[in-house]
DNA sequence: GCCAAAACTGGGAGCGCTCACGGTCGTTCA
DNA sequence: TGAACGACCGTGAGCGCTCCCAGTTTTGGC
């Protein structure tokens, strides 16, 4: 006798109840057992029942992909994160506004899926993935400018809504951004209104929008102003750090310092005390976000609010009108000013 | 005249080509577009062409739930993070994980896709989600048990592993797990190397399996031991200062203290910095993670270290034997003891 | 008691794709 | 020369659902 190969017989995990299982089990028909599960109008009591009881009994649970396919809808949308070094996972805010998303998207019945996309391999794989129906749409934070995931989608026609201006593309994408611009104007504003008159500031990286506008702000709030006053920074503690040093160099009168993050003004501050500088007796020192570490500086740190809450709500609130067949918009949400004691 | 609503006329966004469109715009039949769509084979070479030059033409993208209705695959697996409030982010390893299993699935062309449930609600639209047919399996990182989640997905016959023992599910479900007690008593017995005599622990919580197994290891090492060298910490900082704390007034002659995690471990240094004792010469520090936070404390950690990449790469390996149909298995990662300066 | 409207139900068509099958070539080899 | 084969291609069936239309039954108003 020979040794022979018997062709896989890979039991086969006995097939999914279909719509058909449920019908026939119930003693009615496709089309009633779909009324039952699309919202049960036009059903029976009697029919609904025995349907839900067939369902029970088959342990049924409807195919996403052929019910997709008829639709065109999927019921869920992506939340694209596609940093190569993804520092979003470590902010606090980044989480409140995650929640908040799966949250308002969940009032629809919508499931909200993350998507990370680091090498450029990866981005292409994303985009086939997004663009081939698997979601209705896409939330995206854009932070750098330059994206190519943002075209690609647009291209495709796949609703985005960006949550900060998604620069370059401001015309053709949705968004949901604070009023940076604003948030900076009142801080600096209050910054004149104590008394400061040598006002500094550290930016964000300039090609992202909050280091655009909210050196905008700034700028805004004291008409011209020194270059010497202006420093960048790129958003970490280290950088504030460093920033900030610069700036004692530059102009060691400086009286105030308004910085584009909590995080740089952290480190902002770490660099003033080591300088012998008090705080915020010597310099005023106004940050930006209102996050976690705002609370914990020595002294806590006034700084500008935007509200993670209400730009999530209005980012699903945008998608789901795109979705809808709306043309794009912008919202822009207002920030707050939060005085604590560094200023 | 009257004011007559028009029912809404939606422009449809101009059809989506199908491969329809594409078998007519290359002048070749359907069977031959998905051919090429799916590896080319039997298909020749001016075939192959003309079909990439009308889907380049018409932006075709294939529909995936046309596709996965008839294949029963979707090429995508979820990534589920059921916890409430999830620390997960927070932890620089499980960023490696994550992009780890990525990486590994990204070989296969599978797209991972991240998913949050933290309310009740959420898991249910979650485990519908999930048990429709949008992915072909799930990869979690069980840390409680009791996740409602895992029998509901087995119930369903989809693919899960797990990372670290599923407690309540070790039979039926597949997982990778660092070898958590090895590495505990590897700690523990080169603590005694050193001549250490009083060694106590700091255990996670006990409803978790690294909670459960490095006290195991623990235990396994010193043969019998003193309760009053055991205290229970929650994988925080300050539960393993707290911890600390507890043991030093239950035994204040331990010279040493393995606990089992780096974060707790920075916790236990700062309370034991805080009595007055001198790391290590007074208590050796042993941790567990090998985390980030074991270079930055003071002195740098001593700790077991567990290799995520080699983690992720094995949950992917068994992920896609499940879906093969092979039947679950359990894969036992080493561990590895790291020695620094805290013992 | 009659008729129209409302309530409910069944089933055909079709979403966009893959798969299996069978047909048509041109080649090869006895 | 012709049978056998491989390369290539087209087509029907069908994945599991929703949608819609054409019934059939029930209800209500006069």
Same mark, same amino acid.
């Given at each position: 006798m020979q040794n022979v190969v018997v &062709? #896989? &017989?890979? !039991? !086969? +995990?006995a097939r999914r109840p279909t719509i058909n299982d449920v019908a026939a089990a119930a003693g009615v028909s496709r089309g009633t057992v779909s009324r039952v599960l699309n919202g049960g109008h036009d059903v029976s009591d009697a029919a609904q029942e025995a349907v839900e009881r067939a369902m029970r009994k088959t342990g049924y649970v409807v195919n996403q992909h052929a019910r997709s396919l008829v639709t065109q809808r999927s019921q869920s949308v992506a939340f694209i994160?596609? #940093? +190569?070094? =993804?520092r979003l996972f470590e902010d606090p805010n980044f989480n409140v506004l995650l929640h908040g998303c799966t949250q308002a998207l969940a009032k629809h019945d919508i499931t909200l899926l993350l998507t990370l996309a680091s090498s450029l391999e990866d981005r292409k794989r994303l985009g086939r993935y997004l663009t081939g129906g698997h979601v209705d749409g896409a939330l995206l934070v854009s932070?750098?400018?330059?994206? &190519?995931l943002i075209p690609e989608l647009l291209a495709r026609g796949l609703p985005v809504v960006a949550c900060g201006k998604p620069l370059g593309y401001e015309r053709r994408a949705a968004y949901v951004a604070a009023d940076d611009r604003d948030g900076a104007r009142q801080m600096v504003e209050y910054l004149r209104s104590t008394g400061r008159r040598r006002i500094a500031t550290i930016t964000g990286p300039l090609d992202t929008p909050g280091g655009i506008e909210r050196l905008a702000g700034y700028r805004e709030a004291l008409g011209e102003s020194d270059p010497a006053l202006i420093a960048h920074g790129d958003y970490t503690r280290a950088g504030g750090e460093a920033a900030m040093r610069r700036l004692l160099a530059q102009?060691? =009168?400086?009286d105030a310092v308004f910085v584009a993050s909590d995080l740089m003004a952290a480190g902002a501050m770490t660099a003033l005390q080591l300088a012998g500088?008090?705080?915020? =007796?010597?310099v005023a020192v106004g940050g930006f976000d209102d996050s976690q570490v705002a609370l914990t500086t020595q002294p806590p740190l006034t700084t500008v609010r935007q509200s993670y809450p209400r730009i999530s709500a209005e980012m699903v609130r945008l998608l789901l009108s795109l979705i809808d067949g709306e043309s794009p918009a912008a919202v822009i949400v207002p920030t707050e000013l939060v005085v604590r004691e560094s200023a």
């Open positions: &062709p #896989e &017989p890979r !039991r !086969r +995990p994160l596609s #940093e +190569p070094q =993804d932070t750098h400018s330059g994206n &190519p102009a060691p =009168d400086l500088k008090r705080i915020p =007796d010597d």
